[in-house]
């Protein structure tokens, strides 16, 4: 099991995450949870004539933005006291005293809340270049919320997206070893269905196997919710896509035009594949390029040496993209949208549901393309 052991310890090394897990010669696990590893530091605050201490970090999760949000919401727009749960969820002295309680905390001074802002600013570069690019004519605590809510929002679904993907391949090549299970066929039929890796699901959703096209559907209804299409929206947009026709495809879901939506995507897609094949000739002998399905055929073909940690998200994107995109059988009825029966006018009602996939396959391929150094050039209209 020695080559194994190496490739796994390898991709903990490219990932960051050999400080915390570690294959042996023995082919043991070791986990080190790591108790103080987040930038942190001691601040004190005032309540009444007590002064207090307590420890904060830095990091600030898509998970705490969201509560931080839910907190400004309830309270009908209370600034100071969504800031406050945002730091009490930051806490990482885990022998919290009484007085670090949100009822408490709600009483102390604002110079703890702004000392607290410029250590954020300060530790955390990307966040502090977002906050700096806010109108410095607002409030630090105003410049401070729009700055989660807005820029930096998007980087960290992106930082929970890249960790997630990597623990998760880390941890199916670990059980690939045990040989306890092979779930490259449970990808491959969730492709089948129309699913492809969901970034911000849990990372085990596609281990099992949905029984059919609808149990797939109802396990990833409350998932795939606008919120979190929203933050994917923003990171397939700094992929190498068609910004205008993705900017349209956008706007077409955000307004319910979902059959115009889901022409935009699959013409996105099938453009990848065209553009793949290389540019166009002028030679007239030479055969045309391959599209839609062809293409997709054209593209796997060369692609037969893939890590065995691959198999399973591989499998799962191209059997979803093989039906999206098959030959419509004389346009008979598909539970999963396909190009041609939506193309020729054949179909029925295109639902929200068929554009989250497309969004999905969209952005797994041009993960796919980006991990491999698949580049396309850009062809003029």
């Known amino acids: 099991m020695k080559e194994l052991r190496d490739v796994i310890n390898e991709r903990l090394a490219e990932n960051g995450f050999s400080q915390f897990m570690e ?6 696990l070791t986990l080190r949870i790591p108790c103080n590893t987040p930038p942190k530091k001691e601040f004190q605050y005032k309540l009444g004539p007590k002064t207090h201490y307590c420890y904060l970090s830095s990091v600030i999760t898509a998970y705490d933005i969201f509560e931080m949000q839910k ?10 006291r969504a800031i406050i749960e945002l730091m009490h969820k930051s806490n990482i002295d885990f022998n919290k005293p009484i007085e670090f309680s949100i009822k408490y905390l709600s009483n102390a001074d604002d110079q703890f809340i702004l000392d607290y802002i410029s250590f954020v600013c300060r530790e955390n570069i990307e966040f502090s270049k977002c906050y700096n690019r806010t109108d410095d004519s607002k409030s630090e605590m105003e410049r401070f919320y729009s700055t989660c809510l807005q820029e930096y929002l998007s980087v960290a ?23 306890l299970f092979d779930k490259s066929l449970s990808y491959m039929n969730w492709g089948k269905f129309g699913w492809t890796y969901i970034p911000f699901a849990p990372p085990n959703l596609f281990d099992n196997e949905p029984r059919d096209f609808y149990n797939a559907n109802s396990i990833v209804k409350n998932i795939c919710t606008n919120k979190n299409m929203y933050s994917l929206f923003d990171i397939i947009n700094s992929m190498p896509v068609n910004k205008e026709d993705f900017g349209e495809a956008v706007f077409c879901y955000k307004n319910r035009k979902y059959k115009a939506c889901s022409l ?62 098959s ?55």
């Open 327 to 381: 030959n419509a059988n004389d346009f008979a009825k598909s539970p999963v949208i396909n190009r041609h029966i939506v193309a020729h006018g054949m179909g029925a009602k295109v639902k929200k549901r068929d554009c989250i996939q497309l969004f999905l396959a969209l952005y797994n391929l041009m993960e796919f393309a980006k991990k491999h150094k698949i580049y396309v050039l850009s062809e003029g209209k």
């Open 71 to 80: 907190i400004y919401n309830d309270t009908k727009g209370n600034l100071r």
């Open 23 to 28: 294959i042996h010669d023995d082919d043991s």
């Open 264 to 325: 935009l995507l699959f013409g996105i897609i099938d453009s990848f594949f065209i553009k793949a094949q290389g540019k166009r000739s002028l030679n007239k002998n030479k055969p045309r390029r391959k599209v839609s399905e062809k293409a997709i055929e054209e593209f796997k073909e060369p692609i037969k040496t893939l890590p065995e940690s691959e198999h399973a998200l591989f499998n799962n994107l191209f059997s979803c993209l093989k039906v999206m995109f």
């Open 157 to 179: 679904m992106q930082n929970m997206i890249n960790v997630t993907s990597s623990i998760m391949e880390i941890m199916r090549l670990w059980a690939n070893r045990e040989g």
